[in-house]
């Protein structure tokens, strides 16, 4: 898995990532099972046939790699939300809706990687503010649609920020439960969600 790039052709809702270099594949898989602070950079190594020096060289130490995987993630779900944007035009409630089924995607189809976002806590200053700054986007981005919805008389809600981060944490939760051998594809869920948080910031509706 990993970042892949592509046109505003639909392919955002299907696409998943290129295979991962295999000391991120292997780190990834450690996080997994052992979390960050069980994971150890001799455990990597080990996993991929490396030296631990050779692993140094190439990311620098195990902050450098969780740093190098929740950059391909965002890449990864900004990609998807330009894309859907893209796609939808000027219609407001399009755009939304694309949105929240891009977050969806991103938590289904990227999973794994998805799962890695809470780890961004350990990152020191300088790469967690690196990080942040692209998720910084992510959360503008919806509070601007949930904005010009309001002003365009299709959306109802009286703090933008906070509906904002209800709509992101409903979105987010996903990767708590998700499987993909389940009964709901990707994209099933996608539609599901991004129709609920249609119902829930629409005028007359949940709010």
């Known amino acids: 898995m990993g970042t892949s790039t592509s046109g505003s052709d639909g392919s955002w809702r299907t696409r998943e990532g290129e295979p991962l270099p295999p000391i991120l594949a292997a780190a990834l898989a450690n996080l997994q099972e052992l979390g960050y602070h069980g994971t150890t950079v001799r455990g990597i190594a080990s996993g991929v046939g490396l030296t631990m020096p050779a692993l140094y060289y190439h990311y620098g130490n195990k902050e450098g790699i969780l740093f190098a995987l929740l950059d391909i993630a965002m890449d990864d779900l900004?990609?998807?939300?330009?894309d859907g944007l893209e796609e939808a035009g000027q219609d407001t409630e399009a755009r939304f809706t694309n949105?929240?089924?891009?977050?969806?995607?991103?938590?289904?189809?990227?999973?794994?990687?998805?799962?890695?976002?809470?780890?961004?806590?350990?990152?020191?200053?300088?790469?967690?503010?690196?990080?942040?700054?692209?998720?910084?986007?992510?959360?503008?981005?919806?509070?601007?649609?949930?904005?010009?919805?309001?002003?365009?008389?299709?959306?109802?809600?009286?703090?933008a920020h906070f509906s904002s981060r209800l709509v992101l944490g409903m979105c987010n939760g996903i990767v708590d439960w998700y499987h993909s051998s389940g009964p709901l594809s990707a994209t099933e869920i996608a539609d599901r969600y991004a129709r609920s948080a249609v119902r829930l910031v629409a005028r007359g509706g949940a709010q």
Request: hydrophobic fraction near 45%; charged fraction near 30%.
């Open 78 to 82: 900004l990609a998807r939300i330009r």
């Open 99 to 159: 949105f929240v089924t891009a977050v969806v995607l991103h938590n289904t189809l990227e999973r794994d990687l998805a799962t890695l976002h809470d780890e961004f806590r350990f990152l020191t200053s300088d790469l967690r503010a690196q990080y942040v700054a692209k998720r910084s986007v992510v959360d503008e981005t919806l509070v601007g649609l949930l904005e010009d919805g309001v002003a365009e008389g299709a959306f109802e809600t009286d703090d």
